[in-house]
């Protein structure tokens, strides 16, 4: 998950990166969104900001889909800065593959979307003091259970999602435990998860998202950052011996040379070729488990 030590490691990256001015604009202004690269072969897509009602309120998501048809649907939890360009950006992408995309505020509960406004950054104190209340109001098992189960029931809902194909889900920083309660939650109808630079997915405590792993029925992709490897080595053996326990099939590997948040196009740390290569790991589980819908449009 996003922390100090986190934003440490981004600083001495970007400073071994940019010379002292280019750091010094990317520090006070946040970084910069990049283009995503395009799809060979993508379809046309309509997105639309959607209220999604649950049991403790309304959350304002972004669900976006093929203009024809019916297709698997696929839920996105994004990372601590919450729903805003970049995510609607890659679940736009995601649905131009044949998929239709819920990108969530997971911290409806506390604010509406953007809680981080463009010009604010992450490594500003003041931004996390103010965001971490809406984390602690989210990230527990209870909610996300919650949120897992009207979200599913949502994408069931709606006529772009063909309900008789499993749904699939995405989540990048602490966004990863919510992929693994989501798949636990809706067992039944969550059929593939992808973690990104996931946090907490394994704790010494007794509802550590991994435990969860025995009531799952979805094959898994977990990409590990470099540097969060290097602080918990271990967490990827404890995935990997619980995955194969349970008989589920789980693609584990830690991205050489990233760093904690390397995904997001608008990251201060994005690694374009090391982003892309998850992003194909994505759209091969995805193509595996749910079937791309773009060819049999």
Known sequence: ????????????????????????????????MMALPGIVGAVEVTGNEV????????????????????????IIWPDIRGLRPAFRMMATRLAE??????????????AKAPVVAEGESFGDPKVRARIMPYYQATATTATNLIDAKAFVTFLDAQKPVDVTRKIGTTGYCMGGPIVLRT??????????????????????????????????????LIAIAENDDKKSPGVKEVLR?????????????????????????????????????????????????????????
Not at 64 to 72: A, I, L, N
Not at 186 to 212: C, E, K, M, N, Y
Not at 242 to 251: Q, R, W
């Open 51 to 74: 209220n999604v009602t649950t049991p403790d309120g309304v959350a304002d998501c972004f669900f976006v889909h093929p203009s024809k048809g019916k297709h698997p649907g696929v």
């Open 97 to 110: 593959s044949g998929y239709a995309v819920l990108c969530v505020n997971h911290f409806y509960r506390s």
């Open 183 to 220: 798949a636990a939650a809706v067992p039944d109808r969550i059929g593939a998860g992808a973690t990104f630079h996931g946090g907490g997915l394994v704790t010494d405590q007794p509802d550590s998202p991994h435990l969860l792993i025995p009531e799952m029925d979805a094959e898994f």
């Open 241 to 297: 011996d619980n995955y194969e326990v349970a008989g589920l099939d789980a693609e584990i590997e830690v991205y050489e040379g990233t760093l904690h948040g390397w995904c997001p196009p608008d990251s201060q740390v994005y690694d374009k070729v090391q982003a892309e290569r998850a992003w194909s790991r994505l759209l091969a589980l995805f193509d595996r488990t749910l079937g791309s819908s773009v060819r049999y449009s």
């Open 1 to 32: 998950m996003c922390d100090e030590d986190t934003e440490r490691d981004a600083a001495e990256y970007l400073k071994s990166k940019l010379s002292r001015r280019e750091f010094n604009t990317l520090a006070a202004g946040g970084a910069v």
